[in-house]
Nanobody, 116 residues
Framework: QVHLVESGGGLVQAGGSLGLACAGP????????MGWYRQAPGNQRELVAD???????NYADSVKGRFTISRDNAKGRVYLQMNSLKPDDTAVYYC??????????WGQGTQVTVSS
């Protein structure tokens, strides 16, 4: 399993913004699709957004227009900028790395809490 380290997250009021970052081995990250997932209590883990090595992005309908995923291959990092946050965005957010549609690693998770 590839070791990923997440940072960011925290507590914010509804309508606010937060940013998440995820770092991993540069050579592996630069060649992999990177994604952000989230899991709220009692819910299944769901895809929030992902980005291919070439920069093609994909978003869950619930976050389109509010969240932006980006990557810096030279640093082995992927980011998630979250704007216009809602209480429903409250969850533990996980960074994921996959190759050929196979998951090869997860971050430890970081809590995002949005108060109303």
């Amino acid at each position: 399993q590839v070791h990923l380290v997440e940072s960011g997250g925290g507590l914010v009021q509804a309508g606010g913004s937060l940013g998440l970052a995820c770092a991993g081995p540069i050579r592996i990250v630069s060649a992999s699709t990177m994604g952000w997932y989230r899991q709220a209590p009692g819910n299944q883990r769901e895809l929030v957004a992902d980005i291919t090595p070439g920069g093609t992005t994909n978003y869950a309908d619930s976050v389109k227009g509010r969240f932006t995923i980006s990557r810096d291959n030279a640093k082995g990092r992927v980011y998630l900028q979250m704007n216009s946050l809602k209480p429903d965005d409250t969850a533990v957010y996980y960074c994921n790395i996959r190759q050929d549609s196979v998951s090869i690693g997860w971050g430890q998770g970081t809590q995002v809490t949005v108060s109303s």
